[in-house]
């Protein structure tokens, strides 16, 4: 990466040091994506309740409401 600014850094630790940081780095990379993938699974399944419920008020409202205008009796 031309404008990475750890790698010069990462490079200046010695080995040891280096694959702990590296490992820290991986660890918040698995983290935030999992985090991720929980904000979409969530908003996945909030889209699904409100079309559901959405779809159902409709058709109760549509059993529940007369046509205008109805069959003179």
Request: hydrophobic share 45%.
């Given at each position: 990466?031309?404008?990475?600014?750890?790698?010069?850094?990462?490079?200046?630790?010695?080995?040891?040091?280096?694959?702990?940081?590296?490992?820290?780095?991986?660890?918040?990379?698995?983290?935030?994506?999992?985090?991720a993938?929980?904000?979409?699974?969530?908003?996945?399944?909030?889209?699904?309740?409100?079309?559901g419920?959405?779809?159902?008020?409709?058709?109760?409202?549509?059993?529940?409401?007369?046509?205008?205008?109805?069959?003179?009796?």
């Open positions: 990466m031309k404008n990475d600014p750890l790698t010069p850094r990462l490079m200046a630790l010695s080995d040891h040091d280096r694959y702990l940081a590296q490992a820290q780095m991986a660890r918040a990379e698995a983290v935030a994506g999992f985090a993938a929980a904000v979409r699974a969530v908003g996945g399944a909030y889209r699904a309740l409100r079309t419920m959405t779809n159902w008020l409709a058709a109760r409202t549509r059993e529940r409401t007369r046509s205008w205008p109805h069959a003179q009796a």
